[in-house]
T-cell receptor, first 113, second 114 residues
Framework: DAGVTQSPTHLIKTRGQQVTLRCSPKSGHDTVSWYQQALGQGPQFIFQYYEEEERQRGNFPDRFSGHQFPNYSSELNVNALLLGDSALYLC????????????FGPGTRLTVT | GQQVMQIPQYQHVQEGEDFTTYCNSSTTLSNIQWYKQRPGGHPVFLIQLVKSGEVKKQKRLTFQFGEAKKNSSLHITATQTTDVGTYFCAVLTYLDTGRRALTFGSGTRLQVQP
């Protein structure tokens, strides 16, 4: 049973560009959350997707958008990249009900130059 | 959302010494989760605490939830080099959408000297 997978593992982009990150949740999980983790910090909640809709958003600008597909996989899009967007982007999935244990993927390391 | 403060930010111990990290909130928490992130890795769920005064043990790890449900601690007895990593507490919030979301603390980075 594959866990949460993310692609790509590393990405280098230039300021002003756009980026798309991808996530496949753990089998049986229907909710996907995205987090941004800056160096030395805890994960910061970006948004959560359930039933193909954004259900909640953290304190992130509209440059950050997402999508969830019928197979529960998800994308995170960031437009007009800033240097401060450089971080580890983590996708986490959770199963219906239960204690809301978050299963994290390995993350995508984004560097903006 | 609910905020939690974690202390210390960093601790360096000799192998075999004990280690404790604390998570504090100014408001009452409905529950708290703990995660471990190894260097270069991703957070891995350790445990969830729900009840006032709850104590749970996992081998050398002891987790406590305060009586007032405003603080929590993780204690590691006789640390080993495999304990190296950053330990995060996270608060589960029930949203007005009926969904749930986690707010993470800033973490305590543990370094173990062999």
């Amino acid at each position: 049973d594959a866990g949460v997978t993310q692609s790509p593992t590393h990405l280098i982009k230039t300021r002003g560009q756009q980026v798309t990150l991808r996530c496949s949740p753990k089998s049986g999980h229907d909710t996907v959350s995205w987090y941004q983790q800056a160096l030395g910090q805890g994960p910061q909640f970006i948004f959560q997707y359930y039933e193909e809709e954004e259900r909640q958003r953290g304190n992130f600008p509209d440059r950050f958008s997402g999508h969830q597909f019928p197979n529960y996989s998800s994308e995170l899009n960031v437009n007009a990249l800033l240097l401060g967007d450089s971080a580890l982007y983590l996708c986490a999935s959770s199963r219906p009900g239960g204690i809301y244990e978050q299963y994290f993927g390995p993350g995508t390391r984004l560097t903006v130059t | 959302g609910q905020q939690v403060m974690q202390i210390p930010q960093y601790q360096h111990v000799q192998e075999g010494e004990d280690f404790t990290t604390y998570c504090n909130s100014s408001t009452t928490l409905s529950n708290i989760q703990w995660y471990k992130q190894r260097p270069g890795g991703h957070p891995v769920f350790l445990i969830q605490l729900v009840k006032s005064g709850e104590v749970k043990k996992q081998k050398r790890l002891t987790f406590q939830f305060g009586e007032a449900k405003k603080n929590s601690s993780l204690h590691i007895t006789a640390t080993q080099t495999t304990d190296v990593g950053t330990y995060f507490c996270a608060v589960l919030t029930y949203l007005d959408t009926g969904r749930r979301a986690l707010t993470f603390g800033s973490g305590t980075r543990l370094q173990v000297q062999p």
